[in-house]
């Protein structure tokens, strides 16, 4: 089953990290990993629409695992 991907992670925060995206995804959208577990939510979109960053939130804070890697849609 093929995913949605999102975009990648570039940078890592103690709340969350900050994705690059190829196109706009709406703020309050739930992301996940690879393995479909949450990554956490969009708070905030940054830069240009044709090429935006996203803010994403996380509960559980953020993991130096996630950088460089692919968020999914669920």
């Known amino acids: ?3 949605d991907s999102v975009g990648r ?4 925060s ?3 990290c900050l994705v690059k ?6 703020i309050g959208t739930t992301l996940v990993d690879v393995r479909h577990q949450p990554v956490g939510r ?4 940054l830069g240009p629409v044709a090429a935006p960053y996203l ?3 996380s509960p ?13 849609l669920p």
């Open 1 to 3: 089953m093929a995913r």
């Open 9 to 12: 992670v570039v940078n890592l």
């Open 14 to 16: 103690g709340k969350g």
């Open 21 to 26: 995206a190829p196109r706009m995804v709406p």
């Open 42 to 45: 969009v708070v905030d979109v």
């Open 55 to 57: 803010l994403v939130s």
């Open 60 to 72: 559980r804070g953020s993991s130096p695992s996630w950088l460089d890697r692919e968020v999914f």
